[in-house]
């Protein structure tokens, strides 16, 4: 395929879906799972007679195939309404619980908001201290910092497993025995990570893990937060004993089992589809470095998520790259103030180092399962234009050196 | 989110480039998003002859430099300053968030023509006469 000129992008192909990590396509399997209970097994799983009975069944089931996956024990695993919910349960269940013991919590600062926005109102109500440990360029965590910031007080680390805007790996593991030697309740969020990598939450040595079905190819609305035995957890949804008296609430059924099967099918095709994916990301990274000058790419080069690859572009803004590549019917996205609607630059670029317009002209590619090598060289063919037409519009790009 | 005259101006924005010793030039950057717009001016007589601009920012910020561009160009300084950011935004029906990348054209074209009456104090209007000052809303 030659370059495709912006003018002739209006193409009338399909809608080719480069971004997985905001979420997925639910897998058909799924939908077939869900489907009867919704409207034939539709009881509750609270009550008493056959119907409900069945409807237990099927979420204890659910909750033992998702506790097999990641090596955990059913009685550990907490149905939740999303990721979000899980890392603010997992965030404030702990700090209530352990609130006599001490008011200090280890996190980073390329965490998703569910878990700043919870650690800073932790902080400005309720008296905790939170420490954020750097990250270096590629956003990767020392976990040495982390066993440096541990004190007398330190009540709860939370570490993402990956970051859902660069992509990176983090040492989970490392911090995990750092955690476990000192006794610390130890946190990770690992939404963008479920499905995608391997989780076994005993190697990782986590006591609590927040999974979102939505990113594995399960409907929206539904979520995991492992929570170890013995780990303190106080509810905050209270009401009736769901869930072991931990998330109150009428159980969402068909969600819960289609999440399951969505789980396991994603594990089922692991060993393929990650190598399958990180051969088309590798193939899309050395594309847009080639074919576009001052192209960058944020976050590690290797350690990160097998399908995803995210660049800054000097002289451009992302929203504008987004609107063009709609146009050429390619769905991405970007950490761009204007797109994002915060009015503030990406907080996790700006950790890594990348700050001012550079970091406003980020672009976030990352695939998934129907994504194909036709699809990378689609956009391997219309992105390069599309920044060449965007820069000549740009005041800045003559200070820029970029050729 | 955007209606298709936005993406219309945003896909081939006019008036895009610079202009070789401009008789106005103004660089001015919104504090709101990191957007940044230069704009040129060429002035002969009251009129203004030419109008080129570049942006760095979202699409809204390159389709209202364009539209704005589109409008002004041949008008008199006069009936150019009677535009306003709100006119531009309705124009182009920005939703609410995006409202401050339509002040960001209006903002550049009065700061240019400032330069203008810098270097042509005789050019300024007189007190009673349209001002050139920005008239509104400026958040840029």
């Known amino acids: 395929m030659k370059p495709i000129p912006p003018e002739e992008m209006m193409s009338t192909r399909r809608v080719i879906y480069m971004d997985h990590s905001a979420t997925t396509a639910v897998d058909p399997r799924v939908v077939e799972a869900m489907l009867p209970y919704f409207t034939e097994r539709y009881g509750n799983p609270s009550s008493l007679y056959r119907l409900g009975a069945e409807a237990r069944t099927a979420i204890e089931a659910a909750r033992q195939t998702i506790a097999e996956l990641i090596g955990a024990r059913p009685k550990e695993i907490l149905f939740t309404s999303c990721g979000t919910e899980s890392d603010n349960l997992a965030l404030r269940g702990v700090a209530w619980a352990s609130r006599h013991k001490g008011r200090h919590i280890i996190t980073t600062p390329i965490e998703h908001h569910a878990i700043t926005h919870t650690c800073e109102q932790l902080a400005h109500e309720f008296g ?51 955690a476990r030697e000192r006794g610390i309740p130890f946190h990770t969020d690992a939404v963008q990570a479920g499905g995608q990598l391997p989780i076994n939450v005993d190697a990782l040595g986590v006591d609590l893990l927040s999974l979102s079905g939505h990113k594995f190819y399960a409907p929206k609305g539904v979520g995991v937060l492992y929570v170890r035995e013995g780990t303190p957890l106080l509810p905050t ?11 109150a609430g009428t159980e969402n059924v068909p969600y819960i089992v289609g999440m399951a099967k969505a789980l396991e099918l994603a ?30 790419l944020t976050g590690h080069r290797t350690q990160r998520l ?14 504008a790259i987004l609107v063009y590549l709609d146009r050429a019917n390619v769905a991405a996205s970007t950490g ?68 | 989110m ?52 570049r ?51 209006m903002s550049a074209l009065h700061a240019a023509l400032e330069d203008y009456y810098k270097r042509h104090p005789e050019a300024r209007p007189q007190s009673g006469e349209a001002p050139a000052a920005p008239a509104q809303g400026e958040h840029a």
Not at chain 1, 308 to 315: Q, Y
Not at chain 2, 30 to 50: H, N, Q, T
Not at chain 2, 62 to 72: G, K, P
């Open chain 1, 128 to 178: 905790f201290r939170i420490t954020y440990v750097p990250v270096d360029g590629d956003g990767l965590v020392d976990p040495e910092d982390v066993a440096r910031a541990i004190t007398e007080e330190t009540i709860l680390i939370s570490v993402m497993y990956a970051n859902n805007e660069v992509g990176t790996i983090e040492p989970i593991a490392e911090i995990g025995r750092i």
């Open chain 1, 237 to 247: 949804q209270t009401g009736g004993g769901q869930e072991f008296h931990r998330r």
């Open chain 1, 267 to 296: 594990y089922a095709s692991l060993s393929e589809e990650a190598p399958r994916l990180q051969r088309l990301r590798d193939r899309l990274i050395e594309g847009i470095l080639e074919r576009i000058p001052g192209a960058r």
């Open chain 1, 306 to 319: 097998p399908g995803h690859a995210s660049f800054v572009f000097g002289g451009v803004d992302g929203e």
């Open chain 1, 336 to 403: 761009s103030a204007c797109a994002s609607g915060e009015g503030t630059p990406s907080p996790v670029l700006e950790a890594m180092g990348i700050t001012g317009r550079q970091a406003l002209g980020s672009l976030r590619l990352s695939l998934g399962r129907e994504n194909t090598e036709e699809d990378v060289e689609y956009v391997l063919n219309v992105l390069p234009p599309i920044i060449e037409k965007l820069r000549e519009f740009s005041p800045l790009c003559p200070d820029m050196a970029l050729r």
């Open chain 2, 2 to 53: 955007y209606k298709e005259i936005v993406i219309e101006h945003f896909m081939n924005p006019r008036n895009v480039g610079v202009i070789e010793n401009p008789d106005g030039y103004a660089q001015v950057e919104s504090s709101v998003c990191g957007d940044m717009m230069e704009i040129y001016l060429r002035i002969e007589g009251e009129r203004i002859a030419d109008i080129k601009f």
């Open chain 2, 55 to 105: 942006t760095f920012g979202c699409a809204a910020a390159i389709a209202s430099s364009s539209l704005a561009s589109e409008i002004i160009k041949g008008k008199t300084i006069a009936e150019a300053t009677q535009l306003t950011d709100a006119q531009i935004a309705e124009e182009l029906g920005l939703p609410e968030p995006k409202l401050h990348c339509s002040v960001l054209a």
